[in-house]
């Protein structure tokens, strides 16, 4: 069961009921540090105790744990998941993300309620994001800075937006609104989904549609830059191989910010090596952060940014948190947000 509040209004509601406070959150995670969300988690749960790193670790050690009634998680450790499940203290686990994809729900009983962040302000920080990328590759940005850094007065070729084509695969609302903002900025720009999308919003009347297997190739044969914008399922794992890229114009930019596991890592370094690719922007990884020996820092051809493409303020977070667990005590069914099957 995966839920989510149903409005915005709704996981903004300050305070909680008497009752609606956990006695303790665990924050879960393998790969960050999860202290950043404590201030406000204090201030929405200030009845409550908050345990993260060494200390969560030595209470499940020593079985001193059956007060954690919530889980607060980003890559959690599957071991230390299912303890907390197991012992049945455990009434919510909530992603600190849009999407579950990075819990290992065989670690839960199918009866724990497992909810993500539905944050109408993340769309701001993706477009903005994607609409830097796209210019900075579009617009030689970073010819520019190796010139400056010189001193070096060159001027790059300058090509009009209108003759750049920007395909967008995954058509939600994070797509959707970078496809608004780049067709604002005179970009050619064209989206791709699994199934067809009806009564698209105003601002994407220019926006070509694309959808399914048979209409995959003539999306990718348009795409002088391929923005990665997919959910994570096992359909969409491995998206971006090498087939895909050799289906690209001769050249063209990858920008990925939907997950790591979206891209066949050894794939995109074969197809820049055949100049399939020319460039690669990535914001995600398949391990967090990025060795520092991998091959991605060494091609000046890719650019590497730490997963910051967008973040939910952690005030927000908190505030869904607590509704969601209000829900829960007061025993109501949890609102649906999506298939655990589908991770979406």
Not at 81 to 98: E, F, N, P
Not at 132 to 146: E, K, L, N, P, T
Not at 199 to 211: I, V, W
Request: glycine share 8%.
């Amino acid at each position: 069961m995966t839920c989510m509040p149903s409005t915005d209004a709704q996981a903004a509601a300050p305070g909680n009921a008497p009752g609606d406070t956990p006695r303790s959150i665990a924050f879960l995670s393998k790969s960050i540090a999860m202290d950043f969300l404590l201030p406000a988690y204090q201030a929405q749960f200030p009845g409550s105790r908050l345990l993260l790193g060494a200390e969560l670790q030595a209470l499940l050690d020593a079985g001193q744990h059956s007060d954690i009634e919530v889980a607060v998680c980003w890559h959690p450790p599957a071991a230390q998941l299912a303890q907390l499940t197991r012992d049945a203290g455990l009434q919510l686990v909530q992603s600190i993300a849009a999407g579950i994809d990075h819990i290992d729900t065989q670690a839960l009983h199918a009866s724990t309620p497992v909810c993500r962040i539905v944050d109408s302000t993340m769309g701001y920080g993706m477009t903005a994001f994607v609409s830097w990328a796209v210019i900075h590759r579009q617009r030689h940005m970073d010819r520019y800075v190796a010139h400056a850094a010189q001193r070096q007065w060159c001027e790059e070729p300058i090509v009009a937006p209108s003759q750049h084509r920007v395909g967008i695969a995954g058509l939600g609302t994070l797509g959707q609104g970078c496809a608004k903002a780049l067709l604002a900025m005179g970009y050619q720009v064209r989206g791709w989904s699994r199934s067809a999308k009806q009564g698209l919003p105003a601002g994407l009347e220019g926006l070509q549609t694309f959808h399914g297997q048979a209409q995959k190739a003539e999306f990718l044969s348009g795409c002088d830059t391929l923005v990665c914008l997919l959910p994570l399922t096992d359909e969409t794992q491995g998206f971006l191989d090498l087939a895909l890229m050799r289906q690209l114009p001769r050249g063209a930019h990858l920008v990925n910010v939907g997950r790591g596991a979206h891209l066949v890592e050894a794939d995109l370094l074969t197809a820049l090596a055949e100049g399939r690719i020319g460039a690669a922007t990535l914001d995600t990884f398949n391990a967090e952060p990025l060795p520092a020996n991998h091959p991605f820092w060494q091609d000046p051809r890719i650019l590497v940014t730490p997963h910051i493409a967008t973040r939910t303020d952690p005030r927000v977070i908190a505030r869904q948190t607590a509704h969601n667990f209000s829900r829960i005590r007061a025993g109501q069914a949890a609102e649906v947000a999506v298939d655990l099957g589908r991770g979406y």
